[in-house]
């Protein structure tokens, strides 16, 4: 059996990218997490994959500082281009998914949740009716629990009835 050297990281990094234009994303052809994000292995046995945006961003613009994330202004995990990367601190990633629309919880409460059987519109009725629990599941067509969960504000909890 013989013992295969690992190419350098910059090299192996470069097989897995097609840098088609400066402007557009360089989307990451090796391995992927569920996430969308690029993998790469650092070289060696035994050591935890890197994520290939932060392999890029490290490559072109140098040492990413303890504690900040590399950040996509593309919006698009497996892109490494290092003109769609920046850096910035846990809360920034934060604030930033926040005002793009990509708060798992924000974008899916009310109708956006796919689960919903209950409407906004629904939901106002149940606010402003003085007719049993009861007789409101059936009118809706759901269960006694989720009128009783509007109506106590433990679910919709976003509309301001």
Same mark, same amino acid.
């Given at each position: 059996?013989?013992?295969?050297?690992?190419?350098?990281?910059?090299?192996?990094?470069?097989?897995?990218?097609?840098? &088609?234009?400066? =402007?557009?994303?360089?989307?990451?052809?090796? &391995?992927? #997490?569920?996430?969308?994000?690029?993998?790469i292995?650092?070289?060696?046995?035994?050591?935890? =994959? #890197?994520?290939?945006?932060?392999?890029?961003?490290?490559?072109?613009?140098?040492?990413?500082?303890?504690? #900040?994330?590399?950040?996509?202004?593309?919006?698009?995990?497996?892109?490494?281009?290092?003109?769609?990367?920046?850096?910035?601190?846990?809360?920034?990633? &934060?604030?930033?998914?926040?005002?793009?629309?990509?708060?798992?919880?924000?974008?899916?409460?009310?109708?956006?949740?796919?689960?919903?059987?209950?409407?906004?519109?629904?939901v106002?009725?149940?606010?402003?009716?003085a007719? &049993?629990?009861?007789?409101?599941?059936? #009118?809706?067509?759901?269960?006694?629990?989720?009128?009783?969960d509007?109506?106590?504000?433990?679910?919709?909890?976003?509309?301001?009835?």
């Amino acid at each position: 059996m013989s013992n295969k050297s690992h190419a350098p990281l910059t090299e192996r990094f470069w097989r897995f990218v097609d840098p &088609s234009g400066a =402007d557009e994303c360089w989307c990451w052809k090796g &391995s992927r #997490l569920k996430s969308g994000y690029g993998k790469i292995g650092p070289g060696g046995r035994g050591r935890p =994959d #890197l994520l290939a945006h932060r392999v890029s961003y490290e490559i072109h613009r140098g040492v990413i500082p303890d504690g #900040l994330y590399v950040m996509h202004m593309c919006d698009n995990p497996p892109c490494v281009n290092p003109a769609h990367l920046s850096i910035g601190a846990p809360s920034q990633n &934060s604030a930033d998914m926040v005002v793009k629309g990509r708060n798992r919880y924000q974008a899916h409460s009310g109708e956006k949740n796919g689960w919903s059987v209950l409407t906004e519109e629904k939901v106002m009725a149940i606010h402003a009716s003085a007719d &049993s629990t009861a007789h409101l599941a059936r #009118l809706l067509g759901v269960s006694e629990s989720a009128v009783r969960d509007v109506r106590k504000r433990r679910t919709w909890t976003h509309l301001v009835c």
